[in-house]
């Protein structure tokens, strides 16, 4: 690991402030910007601690929603009793990620933008343009079975890991920031991460030093909550699909796919399929996929895992 200077912020602006230079991270559970910086993956110069911000409260906000504070830990949210009432597909989604020791000290604003799995981009004697722009894709021609099919790009096809963000993209969650000038502002779930494009280094809207504060659920929308998530083995394993879907008695919904793009996957267009069944609602959500040799099984994966919870949903 390369040596680094370390400062803790005392509010949420003093933090911005200070991350807006160039080397320059945020730290709080540290689950994986640690693994990163003793690979050298990762090499910031300076970390702007933000654990101690007061940013680790869920509340009820005046719209019947919730409220979810940066830093509250994922282990503390999955438990939280109004997330398993009102929204369970986020309870279920976190627990089935990661092991209790990480969710005990993942937090829901590093969850957000945790950095992708792919082999490559861990591994610094090959080429990624994630991790040095304009080297290169290794994954393209190389081994691919766990990466993505659709949004890709020719510069990226790897995937967002985070099944918290897959759930939170079916549930149209909001994310707050603070700007390094103070200002504020809410950025709609659909719009934070980003394709890869010539820009695969660039995975979210946020600009530099600019500090997620917040996370926003709207009010329940009722329905059967599922999230399924298909992996290599049962546990502590990143999905190769995951289905977060939310069914109405009527057979109307919602449905987001992890384990396939560059972010969640969810096309608004294709859930008024969701009557239909899978096949339908998946010929929709991935008619642009654009899958490997390797990886062309996640296509059909990704309805047979949408169709078992369709199924589940029914009772």
């Known amino acids: 690991m390369r040596s680094f200077t370390y400062e803790k912020a005392a509010t949420p602006a003093q933090a911005a402030r200070a991350a807006r ?6 730290i709080a559970g540290g689950t994986n910007l640690l693994d990163l910086m003793k690979l050298e993956v990762e090499t910031p110069q300076h970390l702007v601690d933000v654990n101690g911000l007061g940013l680790d409260k869920i509340e009820s906000t005046p719209e019947g929603g919730l409220r979810i504070g940066t830093l509250v830990r994922n282990t503390d949210l999955a438990a939280d009793a109004r997330v398993r009432r009102d929204y369970a597909v986020l309870s279920r989604a976190i627990v089935a990620g990661a092991s209790g020791q990480i969710r005990n000290m993942a937090t829901t604003g590093g969850n957000l933008l945790q950095r992708t799995r792919c082999h490559y981009f861990y591994d610094t004697n090959q080429p990624c343009n994630k991790r040095v722009p304009g080297s290169g894709c290794s994954a393209i021609e190389g081994f691919s079975r766990q990466h993505a099919v659709v949004g890709v790009s020719k510069a990226c096809i790897a995937v967002h890991p985070s099944d918290m963000a897959v759930a939170m993209r079916a549930l149209d969650a909001t994310v707050e920031t603070v700007k390094p000038d103070g200002s504020s502002r809410t950025i709609p779930i659909a719009q934070f991460h980003r394709l890869p494009g010539t820009t695969p ?10 500090l997620i504060t917040a996370v926003t659920l709207p009010k329940p929308i009722g329905g059967t909550h599922i999230y399924h998530k298909v992996r290599d083995r049962s546990s502590y394993a990143f999905a190769l699909v995951s289905v977060a ?3 109405q008695r009527d057979g109307t919904g919602r449905v987001a796919l992890g384990g396939v793009a560059h972010k969640p996957w969810r096309v608004e267009a294709a859930e008024s399929e969701m009557p239909n069944g899978a096949k339908a609602v998946t010929k929709r959500l991935l008619a642009e996929a ?5 990886n062309a099984f996640k296509v059909q994966l990704a309805e047979c895992t949408l169709d078992s919870v369709l199924t589940q949903a029914k009772g």
């Open 21 to 26: 230079e160039p080397g320059a991270k945020f």
């Open 245 to 247: 879907a939310i069914v």
């Open 290 to 294: 654009k899958p490997t040799k390797e």
């Open 201 to 210: 280094h660039v995975e979210s809207d946020l600009a530099a030093g600019e």
